[in-house]
């Protein structure tokens, strides 16, 4: 008959306390946890001191809260599935409800502890501390969530667009060792028709009405017409195309173009 000699992960541990320390006695004298009610965990720290442990679990009618902490703050994480249990796995978020980890079971497993009854349990940190192995260290490279104006906490993937005459931009730069890394580059360059977007733009700025078309009439007829470049530009310029010298003049003024014709009539 063939024998296991190297089960897989969860059933070399399936007989042990993981994934708490071997040390801990799972039990606040009230009730007790069994041996496999979680098959592994995964927890995210951002802090100093790494022991994480359970420190209550409240149950209520509808739910069950499951409270991570460490020896500095009881409070840190929290997990929140819906009664009876279904999920397999045991999302944890952090006060700003940010992801903070997971905590992997089976529903047949975590439901044995809506057996307690409806209350709050507290442990410490001897009865619930998890392995070190479980306790994963994030260090802070910079923005990890934004708040809302309304008070609310946003993030994972978030898409940054500019408006109103800020331009975003995905750069590299290069630091000190030689390295590469990814940055982004805000630029505010102003909206020149931010007067155009308020609520009642007709009584605060007054529109570009450009040149579309000049034409030329005499009588009533027309003549000649003649349409802006490619870039919507006009080219109005005297010559002497009809006399050597012509006696009009184009000047511009902060008025606008002014057409005259220098001299007298002698």
Not at 31 to 40: A, I, M, R, S
Not at 207 to 215: G, H, L, M, Q, T
Request: charged letters at 20%; one cysteine or more; glycine letters at 8%.
């Amino acid at each position: 008959m063939a024998t296991i000699r190297h089960p897989e992960f969860r059933k070399e541990l399936e007989n042990t306390k993981y994934p708490f320390a071997s040390y801990a006695t799972l039990s606040n004298q009230q009730v007790n946890f069994l041996e496999g009610t979680f098959l592994d965990a995964h927890i995210y720290s951002l802090y100093d001191n790494y022991r994480a442990y359970i420190s209550r679990i409240d149950i209520t009618t509808s739910s069950m809260t499951i409270v991570i902490g460490n020896e500095e703050e009881t409070d840190l994480i929290t997990g929140t599935v819906a009664l009876p249990v279904t999920d397999y796995n045991i999302k944890l978020v952090d006060a700003n409800n940010i992801s903070a980890g997971v905590l992997v079971t089976e529903p047949s497993r975590v439901n044995l502890i809506s057996g307690w009854g409806l209350g709050s349990y507290e442990f410490s940190v001897e009865d619930t501390e998890f392995c070190v192995t479980c306790c994963m260290p994030v260090p802070r490279p910079g923005v990890t969530a934004f708040r809302l104006e309304n008070g609310d906490i946003l993030s994972g993937k978030v898409w940054l667009l500019g408006g109103d005459g800020v331009v975003i931009n995905a750069e590299e730069k290069l630091k000190k060792d030689g390295t590469v890394e990814p940055v982004i580059k805000i630029n505010v360059v102003g909206d020149p028709l931010y007067l155009q977007k308020l609520c009642d733009p007709e009584n605060l700025f007054n529109p570009v009405n450009a040149i579309r078309e000049i034409k030329v009439t005499q009588d009533s007829e027309e003549l000649h017409s003649c349409g802006p470049d490619d870039f919507g530009n006009f080219n109005i310029q005297m010559n002497d195309a009809l006399t050597a010298d012509p006696a009009l003049r184009i000047r511009t003024t902060p008025d606008g173009i002014l057409f005259n014709v220098e001299g007298d009539a002698n």
